[in-house]
């Protein structure tokens, strides 16, 4: 019979173990942190029906179309209507104006939920922000909810 050493195998130190469970969770954090749209900024977009969000061009961007989300006639006037799937708020906040808004609420990331009385609500601390501008209304959210491009041709509203 042969016997095997009796030496363990060496494990790695303490040190080791947690310096890589911090770099794990930094990256964690960090990609978390990310942002998933370069381009957004605070500005809202004004679409009035007939025009497009590039400043009323016909000329194409190159984007093919976009997504279309909806009729002008589904969107209420004063209110809104959130589009999950896409990530985005419609809001007609006058007769015939329409604008989009980022529908993630800008306090911890939640999504919107609901628009009444003329303010986009987010379920998560009740952060309000306005149909009009994506301005805050009432806190715990600092920041404006990004706007969103999209174009108005005809009754049809599109992602753009």
């Given at each position: 019979?042969t016997?095997?050493p009796?030496?363990p195998v ?12 911090g770099?794990t969770g930094?990256?964690?954090a ?10 957004s900024?605070?500005?809202s ?12 061009s016909?000329?194409?961007?190159g984007?093919?179309?976009g997504t ?9 006037a004063g ?8 990530g985005?708020?419609?809001?007609q906040?006058?007769?015939g ?7 993630k609420?800008t306090?911890q990331g939640?999504?919107v939920?609901?628009i ?26 600092t920041?404006?909810?990004p706007?969103?491009?999209?174009t ?5 509203i599109?992602?753009?």
């Open positions: 019979m016997s095997e009796l030496h060496p494990a790695p130190g303490r040190r080791t173990v947690v310096a890589a469970v770099a930094l990256a964690v960090l990609t978390a942190c990310g942002s998933d749209n370069g381009s900024d605070s500005s977009s004004n679409v009035r029906a007939g025009d497009n969000a590039s400043g009323g016909s000329a194409s961007s984007s093919g179309g279309a989300l909806a009729r002008t006639a589904d969107i209420p209110g809104g209507k959130i589009f999950k799937d896409q985005v708020v419609v809001t906040p006058t007769a104006t329409y604008k989009a808004f980022s529908s609420c306090h939640c999504a939920s609901e009444s009385n003329g303010v986009i609500i987010c379920p998560c601390h009740k952060s309000e922000f306005s149909v009009a501008d994506g301005s805050v209304k009432k806190g715990p959210a920041q404006p909810l706007a969103e491009k999209i108005v041709s005809g009754d049809s599109t992602l753009a």
